[in-house]
T-cell receptor, first 115, second 115 residues
Framework: AQKITQTQPGMFVQEKEAVTLDCTYD???????LFWYKQPSSGEMIFLIY??????QNATEGRYSLNFQKARKSANLVISASQLGDSAMYFCAMREANTGNQFYFGTGTSLTVIP | EAGVAQSPRYKIIEKRQSVAFWCNPI?????LYWYQQILGQGPKLLIQFQNNGVVDDSQLPKDRFSAERLKGVDSTLKIQPAKLEDSAVYLCASSFQGGGTGILYFGPGTRLTVT
């Protein structure tokens, strides 16, 4: 089974609108971390936001927030007030404590912001 | 704080030639990862080091790929001989283990083209 599933290969959003990128995960480890990374066309992977499995509140970092629904095993990324510079690939990832802290990545979602 | 350094940024070689990539992680980061990212896909783990020991190399094609992390700091990934399907971006990443979120920080990557 896939550890991380991103079902949206491509998404479009109007500038200044909000957009949600979906991510579901599969783990039996009670201790894990969820991450979102942005990869612009330049190729570098940029860390955006982190959510720990024991965190009670949803993580927020500026315009980024993580909608963490533990029972549903989903960790959707919400980008508010989209900007043209948000156009990029977005990857969801998970780190499990019981697998030597190995990271599992999804297949990514390509986001295009339309002016 | 300096980020993860990688060199070279770009490399073009012919099939059957050899190539080496270098990575210097963030100071103090004990864990170092090499990922292969083929165009349009998510990163695939090749090898994970904890200090100078290998934690996971299950997906490293050992007949042609090798990696070392002498002295537990910088690391070298080698391909010998290269095949056409090795064309990809090779990403190095590091994280601090021993507490905290274990965020993965990536270098700029090396884009390899095998002709």
């Amino acid at each position: 089974a896939q550890k991380i599933t991103q079902t949206q290969p491509g998404m479009f959003v109007q500038e200044k609108e909000a957009v949600t990128l979906d991510c579901t995960y599969d783990t039996s480890d009670p201790s894990y971390g969820l991450f979102w990374y942005k990869q612009p066309s330049s190729g570098e992977m940029i860390f955006l936001i982190y959510q720990g499995s024991y965190d009670q509140q949803n993580a927020t970092e500026g315009r980024y927030s993580l909608n963490f629904q533990k029972a549903r095993k989903s960790a959707n990324l919400v980008i508010s007030a989209s900007q043209l510079g948000d156009s990029a690939m977005y990857f969801c990832a998970m780190r499990e404590a019981n697998t030597g802290n190995q990271f599992y990545f999804g297949t990514g979602t390509s986001l295009t912001v339309i002016p | 704080e300096a980020g993860v350094a990688q060199s070279p940024r770009y490399k073009i070689i012919e099939k059957r030639q050899s190539v080496a990539f270098w990575c210097n992680p963030i100071s103090g980061h004990a864990t170092l990862y090499w990922y292969q990212q083929i165009l349009g896909q998510g990163p695939k783990l090749l090898i994970q080091f904890q200090n100078n020991g290998v934690v996971d190399d299950s997906q490293l094609p050992k007949d042609r790929f090798s990696a070392e992390r002498l002295k537990g700091v910088d690391s070298t990934l080698k391909i010998q001989p290269a095949k056409l399907e090795d064309s990809a971006v090779y990403l190095c990443a590091s994280s601090f283990q021993g507490g905290g979120t274990g965020i993965l920080y990536f270098g700029p990557g090396t884009r390899l083209t095998v002709t």
